[in-house]
């Protein structure tokens, strides 16, 4: 069973467009993450919700909106996209308590803007 | 603020060499948790160990063994006897207690490249 899954895998799309990436964990956690992984292969956090609520917004542009239907979703809402925007985006899930706090990767979503 | 250095930006061994992959991490917190993350060529990433600050015993996994020293602040991988299907790049990172959503802040990471 897969434990934390993103969609989709790959996104080809126009400068300009709005796009979204969903992402579902069936692990139980309290805890997602988006994660942006840019061509240099730099890591860097997002956001992070916790229970659906909003904890962490690194100072993301607002074109990018998070929203948490529920505690196993967390889905990344890009509205006008820019071509740095292109990058590999990361879903993450973890429990909240600290001693047990390794975090699920999904696959990653390509996102290419041409 | 926290930070982690991996300050190898591409390694290459030859199969069956050891080789260390080095990892610094900054923080102001008495209590954190350090890991380390493969990312094969497919692009997934991989959990492979984490840590406490409060945890310094060495660990061996396999092939694979971590030394924890906070002294040095360092936080190094080595892989005994590397094979082909360990080429990947590998991310040390950090979290910190103060920080509640424990996000994880990744260092560079380091390519390894094992050649038959």
């Known amino acids: 069973d897969t434990a934390v899954s993103q969609t989709p895998k790959y996104l080809v799309t126009q400068m300009g467009n709005d796009k979204s990436i969903k992402c579902e964990q069936n692990l139980g956690h309290d805890t997602m993450y988006w994660y942006k992984q840019d061509s240099k292969k730099f890591l860097k956090i997002m956001f992070s919700?916790?229970?659906?609520?909003?904890?962490i917004n690194e100072t993301v542009p607002n074109r990018f909106s998070p929203k948490s239907p529920d505690k196993a979703h967390l889905n990344l809402h890009i509205n006008s996209l820019e071509l740095g925007d292109s990058a590999v985006y990361f879903c993450?899930?973890?429990?909240?308590?600290?001693?047990?706090?390794?975090?699920?990767f999904g696959p990653g979503t390509r996102l290419t803007v041409l | 603020a926290q930070k982690v250095t991996q300050a190898q930006t591409e390694i290459s061994v030859v199969e069956k060499e050891d080789v260390t992959l080095d990892c610094v991490y900054e923080?102001?917190?008495?209590?954190?948790?350090l890991f380390w993350y493969k990312q094969p060529p497919s692009g997934e990433l991989v959990f492979l160990i984490r840590?406490?600050?409060?945890?310094?015993q060495n660990e061996i996994s396999g092939r694979y063994s971590w030394n924890f020293q906070k002294s040095t602040s360092s936080f190094n991988f080595t892989i005994t006897a590397s094979q082909v299907v360990d080429s990947a790049v590998y991310f040390c990172?950090?979290?910190?207690?103060?920080?509640?959503?424990?996000?994880?802040?990744f260092g560079s990471g380091t390519r390894l490249l094992v050649r038959p």
């Open positions: 993450a899930s973890s429990p909240s308590t600290p001693s047990l706090n390794e975090q699920f």
């Open positions: 840590r406490n600050s409060f945890d310094e």
């Open positions: 990172a950090l979290s910190a207690s103060r920080d509640s959503s424990y996000k994880l802040i």
């Open positions: 919700y916790n229970n659906k609520e909003l904890i």
């Open positions: 923080t102001r917190d008495t209590t954190y948790y």
